[in-house]
């Protein structure tokens, strides 16, 4: 059984920042690839990035592509979502996932992960 809880997540003013945590217990990060998603008020989940179980695959939706940094801290097994310049068009809940399978890449689609958090609301004042 694995459990992953968010958090973070806050009102923010556009062109601002925020950290996003997403912490496992029950089961090693180490072991699986990671995605974040986001869902808005009225629209589907929506891939937001997602990182490898290595950690040397990473890639993102195009729409936070230079703004949205991925990163892993194995040691504690926790993932981060930096987001940088934000925009109001990012508020939304978050939610972290994570596919135990053997992928050699982290999938972009929610039916590919297994577990998932609680969520983590963003907003994003303009």
């Known amino acids: 059984q694995v459990q992953l809880v968010e958090s973070g997540g806050g009102l923010v003013q556009a062109g601002g920042s925020l950290r996003l945590s997403c912490a496992a217990s029950g089961r090693t990060f180490g072991n699986c690839n990671v995605g974040w998603f986001r869902q808005a008020p009225g629209k589907e989940r929506e891939f937001v990035g997602a990182i490898s179980w290595s950690g040397g695959w990473i890639w993102y939706a195009d729409s936070v592509k230079g703004r949205f940094t991925i990163s892993r801290d194995f040691a504690k097994n926790t993932m981060y979502l930096q987001m940088s310049s934000l925009k109001p068009e990012d508020t939304a809940v978050y939610y972290c996932?994570?596919?135990?399978?053997?992928?050699?890449?982290?999938?972009?689609?929610?039916?590919?992960?297994?577990?998932w958090g609680q969520g983590t609301q963003v907003t994003v004042s303009s």
């Open positions: 996932a994570a596919d135990f399978r053997p992928r050699a890449t982290p999938g972009g689609k929610a039916s590919e992960y297994d577990y």
